[in-house]
């Protein structure tokens, strides 16, 4: 499943690397990879294994569940989706609360005594699912973990993660989406190597002066 989904991300340009010209993040953080899960929605069959392989994670790792839970935005159509197969209810939290009506954080039912899974499209420094994770937390449920399509493997992503004793499985990673993409020549050895230099240390952008020859 990680090769076979790694290729699928790359074939619809899901995930796009660009060693050469990098992309700027909305942290103004500059990175040779750029990766948009959304994309992979409009492709049927994609989307449906997909579910299948979030689905299999929670019934693999997180036999309690009760809810499903997405992420806003990007999580909430693959959690649909598990919510479905699974036949669980499913909730969303949204990034901050409404600013009218009731004001909700979270959209959905969730009780008290409930156990719940995130569901999550990318794992970049782990904020967005630990966000999720506390407003799960004060409203009373209890949050068993996280599944999500993609990670970067980020090291600040790791600490966040593991500071809020979250447990995260993920469909791919970026190791093997850089050495399918090597072997299918999407990359050279060297851009690799610039993309392997940036994950180290994505905040220093000496991986930018990595000569490719």
């Known amino acids: 499943m990680r090769e076979w989904l790694a290729k699928e991300l790359l074939n619809i340009e899901a995930v796009s ?3 050469n010209h ?10 040779p990879i750029y990766c948009d899960n959304r994309l992979t929605l409009s ?3 994609l989307r449906k ?19 499903i839970a997405g992420t806003a935005t ?19 939290v949204r990034s901050s609360s409404k600013s009218h009506g009731k004001e909700n954080k979270i959209e959905g039912r969730l009780q008290k005594d409930q156990n719940v899974v995130i569901i999550e499209d990318l794992i970049s420094t782990g904020g ?6 506390d407003a799960v937390t004060e409203s009373g449920a209890t949050v068993l973990g996280a599944a999500a399509i993609f990670t970067y493997g980020l090291k600040k992503g790791q600490e966040v993660l593991s500071e809020a004793n979250l447990d995260c499985h993920t ?3 970026f190791g093997t989406l850089i050495e399918t993409a090597l072997r299918d020549d999407y990359l050279t050895n060297q851009e690799a190597e610039r993309l392997r230099l940036w994950k180290k240390n ?3 952008e000496n991986w930018l002066k990595k000569a490719l020859f």
Not at 49 to 67: H, P, Q, S, Y
Not at 84 to 89: A, G, V
Not at 128 to 133: A, D, G, L, T
């Open 17 to 19: 690397l660009s060693p």
């Open 22 to 31: 990098p992309y700027t993040w909305t942290s103004g953080l500059k990175s």
């Open 43 to 45: 492709f049927p069959s």
């Open 49 to 67: 294994n997909i579910a299948e392989g979030l689905t299999k994670i929670v019934r693999e790792k997180f036999v309690e569940a009760d809810v």
């Open 74 to 92: 990007a999580g909430i159509p693959h959690a649909a989706l598990v919510a479905d197969l699974l036949e669980l209810p499913m909730i969303y």
């Open 128 to 133: 967005s699912v630990v966000q999720v994770k």
């Open 171 to 173: 469909l791919t990673d």
């Open 202 to 204: 994505p905040e220093n």
